[in-house]
């Protein structure tokens, strides 16, 4: 099962696609992609209206996401590209809800703060309920996957030596397009991940090549810390990012990024320099 959330009529909706059709939640339902997974795993959707979706605008699939904690370093090769040396357990840090965007987006780069942005292909996991603290999260406590770009200015990130700022400026989290549950996409190793630029393919590699396979990452971040409902959990990124090339290939403006995870979709942005909004 596939869930997302679209424009109808200037509206977010949310939408539930299985093997037979596509359907639109009421006009009055939540704009609660948790409430429509819930729904369609009781059976309540199928008296929703059937709907086609293309040409219409995808939205970011978690409207009011709580944590957003992303894991660095978590590919072999990507560890490697940095010089830096392969972690003992995951390295995790946290990314700003507000810079969650939509699969189609521009990304909005404050190039007065940063000429080093940089993109990263990552497997997502939304929460479905709540869990951890005392006992650590398992794979049953994931509602669905998802794909994120977790944008980097790169010298922000490394001037500031702790990651936040420079991965949550507003616009750097594009995510989306399609929440899949995971009795659709199944075991979260053996996926293709992958991201382009303007076309150039420059990131490829499988989910099953994580130094810190999804089960073990959601056992440490949630020992002793409680994971809400909505929260969002990026499981790292492989090799091939702008930032760690001879030369660094940083995204200038106008670029676009095609980041994507088989079995979910992928995510295309623009990214754009805002002082070429203002001129």
Known sequence: MRIARVLVDGQPRLVV????????????????????????????????????????????????????????????????????????????????????????????????????????????????????????????????????????????????????????FDTFTPLGPWLVTPDEFGEPGGHRIYAEVDGELLQEDDTAEMIFDVPTILAFVSDGVTLEPGDLILTGTPAGAGGFRTPPRYLQHGQVVTAGVEGIGELRNRFVYRSRLAA
Do not use: M
């Open 17 to 168: 696609r299985d093997e037979r059709s596509t359907r639109v939640a009421p006009a009055g339902h939540a704009d609660d992609a948790l409430q429509a997974i819930a729904a369609a795993a009781a059976g309540d959707t199928a008296d929703w209206a059937e709907l086609d979706v293309k040409g219409l605008e995808f939205l970011a699939p978690v409207a009011d996401a709580g944590k957003l904690i992303a894991v660095g370093l978590n590919y072999v090769d990507h560890t490697a590209e940095t010089g830096l040396a392969q972690p003992e357990r995951p390295l995790t840090f946290a990314k700003y809800a507000t810079s969650l965007t939509g699969p189609a987006s521009d990304v909005i780069v404050p190039d007065h703060l940063t000429q080093g942005v940089d993109f990263e292909a990552e497997l997502t996991l939304l929460i479905g309920r709540r869990c951890g603290g005392a006992t650590p999260a398992t794979l049953a406590d994931v509602a669905a996957y998802t794909v994120a770009n977790d944008v980097s200015a790169r010298d922000v990130q490394f001037g500031d030596v702790q990651w936040t700022r420079g991965k949550s």
